[in-house]
Nanobody, 126 residues
Framework: QVQLTESGGGTVQAGGSLKVSCSAS????????MAWFRQAEGKEREGVAV???????DYTDSVKGRFTISKDPKKNIVYLQMTNLKPEDSAVYYC????????????????????WGHGTQVTVSS
């Protein structure tokens, strides 16, 4: 059974950078898209970035130009490099693996079947 484990969260000042990682244990099929979602307190969970099985990436508008998603296929790790962080980026960041769905649909959260990690807290202080 595949499990996703996030790490690298923490507290950073506004304007700073942080890199979170998602490690997949077990055999995760290469056809899965990998994505990062986040949920701030009192808000709905939103898609942040997606790395499709063919290497296509996509981002929600609020993080374009600041966040970069990447994948190390040998280590089965997905990264989210976050730069120029803002207080509104504060949230629990979740890693998710989604089968057989395009990147836009993944980003919209248009799926029911998925593997979720437990999340890592990112706090940006002003």
């Amino acid at each position: 059974q595949v499990q996703l484990t996030e790490s690298g969260g923490g507290t950073v000042q506004a304007g700073g950078s942080l890199k979170v990682s998602c490690s997949a244990s077990g055999n995760l099929d290469a056809s899965y898209a990998m994505a990062w979602f986040r949920q701030a307190e009192g808000k709905e969970r939103e898609g942040v970035a997606v790395f499709d099985s063919d290497g296509t990436t996509d981002y929600t508008d609020s993080v374009k130009g600041r966040f970069t998603i990447s994948k190390d296929p040998k280590k089965n790790i997905v990264y989210l490099q976050m730069t120029n962080l803002k207080p509104e980026d504060s949230a629990v960041y979740y890693c998710v693996a989604v089968p057989f769905l395009g990147p836009r649909a993944v980003l919209r959260g248009a799926f029911k079947v998925a593997i979720w990690g437990h999340g890592t807290q990112v706090t940006v202080s002003s």
